[in-house]
């Protein structure tokens, strides 16, 4: 059967609407033919044009519709061709000029919902790129009833989409998820074209959130979707987006891709969207040239190219972007050029919170240049009060802790002002200031959510199958569905207070010292405090110390494996020659002042993973490694009451003797062994007990580490499952935590487990960085419940216990020991 002209228009309105643009333009072309009505020709002509736009012709799109408009169309074609040439003027970045088109065309179409509706989604895209927040609100609940009335599930879903773009504008970041969440199944179920359009935008809140490794991947699968499609203005899009990733932490990169974006863009003819990414461009070679440790360098370009830009993005209506280049070239005067600029630093009053932490960080930059380290602390400060105030609507760990990425530089400069200083109230300050940064936010328990069991459960069985897991479609999937419900269901009771240096001081008794480490990229700091003194202890150079640990993982590996033969004391020789050189580099000098009280000590990402029971000096002596002051502070003295539960996992050798051993400690305990310790079970033996011992073997997932795992008789039991437990142990034991060493960071395998076990209430979590052997860690840990049973803290059991058995382990308490 011959399809008429207006069936083909639309069948190719369809095409169009999935992304099949030559599936579109075929049908549509044979609708041209087989019509000579001026109207449908008009409305074939301006859906031509959407495809021509989208497939890299925008000048000749905007000749299609403005030649049709020429014609003798009636009013209600020519409403529906002003839209189209509104919503090339969109495309383009011209925002004025498209809401000018779209206000003619809705009111030529007059009450036609079928029309209408995609004219008010157009509208709001121009208000949102335009900082018109609540205009773009405004048109989407239009466009919302439009759509309601014709039971359009596709439209609904795009203005639900908006509404989440709209609320990661104004920097609700979980909201914006949540929409965004709930429309992409839709968009996954029209056509792939869709489902990309739509992770464009949801890779901006997974940046914005600081996870920028799946932002990036996203946005590279995103962008090789357009070019397959031959949607060169989208493909541009995707790589501008890119750009402004990866310039959070590889300037380098950014730079390249932005490159390649501008290009693009200019072949094209959309000259603001050029502007852009020029401007993504000049900020990271500037922010490249700023760190001289940064592959592929580039010199710093010159100040005429970054005012051209400047005022080229001011008059385009970009005023953030234009302020954060500006900012950029700031910057990096204070930081590398011999003059610094004093002139004013001007934000504008809707700026981006990237802007708003970029402009703080400059003026802490100028100040410590100029040797005013109280003003470079607190243009510092401001920044992160500034951004605590986006954090307290974030209970979930993961964004707490990826939002700090954009902050990390103004922690590097009020850490790096407060060791200038010499002060131990400034250094004090920004130890807590550093730490607490992801930990002032006060999580709720996330309520009981059935479909999470199921995606969790699902990816245990993915897991076991496929040691490469993660990487199939099927899992990442399942994956971002589990964290998206996780960042959602988890809500906030507010921050916390950082606790000041006397409230610390009035927390510490005479037989306990507080050591906390700071590190701003470049050097050590190091405090002592105890209840009637606080002073700045020399820490090594950086230089002198990294070379020392860069070896340590290696000397641990093969101590932990070569227990036995001639091997064996040539081996422990060489790690404890490490170890005494680790211990006279770090911690002598502050244990000369400590003297031969019980220690809490914090230490920055630089240190993580040192097994800090092994280095002479802490041996046998009680210390716990505190996230911060201010937790151990809140948390000190939590000990348990005084039942137990534990729980061996396979393939552990002695595993099930560990955990019956330890056992035996206890007057009331319930042991899990074979294949009754599953997750379920142990999840459920966590919500009854005060201690909670696992022997079981771990791994690590490097890019989410909440998709670390112990593994159960059914499965892994992810970091995920702990956030949806009723109720935590007070002191949770890890042992045995074991992972793939070939793709592990060092340190990654214990922090990934003990910090969610921490977030989720914990006081305590006793656990190794490094491997461990099974024989050591049976002993160890089953004399370690002895003192647990008798009323120790786990600190004090754990340093007694190595008193007993003569064992020197990487074990260590986070958390509050004591």
């Known amino acids: ?66 030649d049709a408009l020429a014609t003798d169309v009636n ?34 179409i007059g009450e036609d919902p079928e029309r209408r509706n995609a004219m008010y989604i157009n509208r709001s895209v121009a208000h949102m790129q335009s900082g018109r927040l609540r205009e773009a609100q405004d048109d989407l609940a239009r466009a919302a009833v439009d759509l309601q009335a014709l039971d359009d599930v596709s439209g609904l879903a795009m203005v639900q989409h908006n509404a989440g773009y ?70 541009g899009e995707a790589e501008y987006n890119l ?39 000049l900020r990271a070679e500037l922010d490249n040239d700023r760190h001289p440790a940064t592959p592929r360098r580039t010199s710093a370009p010159p100040r005429d190219a970054i005012e051209a830009a400047v005022a080229e993005l001011s008059r385009l209506g970009f005023a953030g972007e ?61 920044g992160l009060d500034t951004l605590a105030t986006r954090q307290v609507a974030f209970g979930s760990l993961d964004l707490q802790t990826s939002l700090v990425a954009h902050a990390s530089g103004l922690v590097t400069q009020g850490v790096a002002a407060a060791v200038a200083s010499g002060r131990p109230e400034a250094v004090f300050e920004w130890s807590e200031r550093a730490r607490h940064l992801s930990q002032q936010v006060v999580p709720l328990r996330p309520p009981p959510d059935p479909e999470l069991a199921e995606d969790l459960a699902a990816l245990r069985t993915l897991r076991a199958e496929d040691p490469h897991w993660l990487a199939s479609p099927q899992a990442r999937a399942l994956a971002e569905r589990a964290r998206d419900r996780q960042w959602t269901s988890t809500g906030t009771a507010g921050l916390t207070e950082r606790v000041r240096l006397a409230e610390l001081q009035e927390s510490l008794d005479a037989d306990t010292a507080f050591v906390s480490y700071v590190f701003d990229g470049h050097r050590l700091g190091c405090l002592v405090v105890t209840a009637g003194r606080a002073q700045v202890v020399a820490a090594p150079a950086w230089s002198d110390l990294e070379p020392v640990l860069a070896g340590l993982r290696a000397d641990l590996d093969v101590s932990a494996s070569i227990r036995v033969g001639p091997m064996a004391p040539i081996v422990a020789r060489g790690l404890e020659r490490r170890l005494a050189a680790l211990a006279g580099l770090l911690i002598d000098r502050p244990l000369a002042v400590v003297g031969d009280r019980r220690v809490v000590l914090t230490a920055p990402g630089a240190l993580a993973g040192l097994p800090w029971p092994m280095l002479p000096g802490l041996r046998g002596r009680p210390f716990t490694l505190a996230t911060s002051a201010t937790n151990w502070v809140r948390d000190r003295g939590r000990k348990p009451v005084g039942s137990a539960g534990f729980a061996a996992g396979p393939d552990v050798a002695r595993g099930p003797e560990e955990v019956t051993r330890a056992a035996a400690s206890w007057p009331v305990a319930t042991t899990l062994l074979g294949p009754s310790a599953t997750v379920d079970a142990v999840a459920a033996l966590a919500s009854e007990v005060d201690v909670l011992h696992l022997a079981t073997h771990g791994r690590h997932a490097v890019d989410n580490p909440l998709f670390s795992g112990l593994d159960l008789a059914d499965g892994t039991l992810f970091g995920y499952d702990i956030d949806r437990m009723p109720r935590v142990p007070e002191v949770v034991v890890l042992s045995a935590c074991e992972v793939g060493r070939s793709t592990v960071r060092w340190g990654e395998e214990a922090i990934g487990m003990t910090r969610a076990w921490l977030h989720a209430g914990a006081a305590c979590v006793v656990a190794a960085p490094v491997v461990v052997a099974d024989d050591l860690a049976c002993e160890l840990l089953g004399a370690m419940h002895a003192g647990l049973a008798a009323g120790r803290s786990p600190a004090e059991a754990l340093a007694q216990a190595g008193l007993v058995t003569g064992a020197t382990a990487p074990f260590q308490c986070h958390g509050s020991g004591f």
């Open 75 to 108: 009013a209600a074609t020519a409403a529906v061709l002003q839209g189209q040439v509104g919503l090339l003027a969109l495309g383009r970045g011209d925002f004025d000029i498209a809401v000018n088109w779209l206000n003619r065309s809705i009111a030529g």
């Open 166 to 235: 709209v609320s990661l504008l104004a920097g609700d970041l979980v909201p914006a998820l949540r929409h965004m969440a709930a429309a992409r199944a839709v968009f996954q179920a029209e056509s792939v074209v869709s489902a990309a359009t739509s992770d464009v935008d949801r890779a901006e809140v997974l940046r914005d959130a600081g996870l920028v490794t799946e932002a990036e991947r996203t946005l590279a699968e995103v962008a090789r979707v357009f070019g397959a499609h031959r949607m060169r203005q989208a493909q």
């Open 322 to 382: 234009a302020t954060a280049l500006l900012l950029t070239r700031q910057l990096w005067e204070a930081e590398r050029a011999e003059t610094c600029s004093a002139a004013a630093i001007r934000v504008p009053r809707n700026a981006s919170l990237q802007v708003q932490l970029l402009a703080h960080h400059v003026r802490a930059a100028r100040a410590a240049r100029a040797g005013r380290h109280g003003e470079a602390r607190r243009q510092a400060a401001l």
């Open 1 to 66: 059967m011959t399809l008429s002209a207006e069936e083909l228009y639309r069948r190719g309105v369809v095409h169009v609407n999935a992304g099949r643009f030559a599936t579109a333009s075929r049908a549509l072309e044979t609708a041209r033919e087989r019509t000579t009505d001026v109207d449908l020709l008009a409305r074939i002509a301006g859906t031509l044009a959407y495809a021509a736009a989208r497939t890299g012709d925008p000048a000749g799109a905007e000749r299609l519709c403005l």
């Open 243 to 281: 750009a402004r990733s990866l310039l959070l932490h590889d300037p380098g990169g950014a730079a390249k891709v932005a490159r390649a974006a501008v290009r693009r863009f200019r072949s094209l003819g959309s000259d603001s969207w050029a502007a852009r990414a020029e401007g993504i461009r």
